[in-house]
């Protein structure tokens, strides 16, 4: 779920070769009116993550930012090369009256996806309120993929 790309682009304008995949086409359209505008080369795919495939040991970092799909969880797994990353950022569950759970990491709920990956970075912590949002959970994760699976 890139969105308009952002992490990507920084990682293309860095030597990455970047595929972003996100539900809206208008903003992958965006995305790539930046990139050509910064002559920086990016692909981009309509895709719904909620039926998710990609291709087995094909990616070497994964992104996942403020999006939660769980069915996307064990795809990524796969589709990292052994000794790849994982950088997943998303939000947790604080309250169990919450009216969408679905969007929202129960509490060590990421940590556990990961389990048998290394893990170089974990996190959850509380957002603060601010002008647009409530107090939020959040969790953090960068992980790496054992050479041998």
Avoid: C
Wanted: charged share 20%; net charge negative; hydrophobic share 45%.
């Amino acid at each position: 779920a890139s969105g308009m790309a952002i992490n990507g682009l920084f990682l293309a304008q860095h030597g990455l070769k970047v595929f972003a995949l996100d539900i809206s086409e208008y903003a992958l359209n965006m995305a790539m009116k930046h990139a050509r505008s910064e002559d920086t080369i990016l692909a981009a795919a309509v895709y719904d993550l909620s039926n998710p495939w990609l291709p087995a040991g094909y990616f070497d970092v994964i992104l996942n930012f403020h999006f939660l799909e769980r069915a996307a969880v064990p795809v990524y797994r796969q589709a990292l090369t052994p000794g790849g990353l994982i950088f997943f950022d998303t939000y947790v569950r604080l309250d169990v009256r919450e009216d969408t759970p679905i969007y929202y990491l129960e509490p060590g709920e990421l940590l556990n996806s990961f389990e048998g990956f290394e893990i170089i970075h974990y996190a959850e912590d509380i957002l603060p309120q601010s002008e647009s949002h409530g107090e939020r959970g959040i969790a953090q994760l960068v992980a790496r993929k054992p050479e041998q699976s």
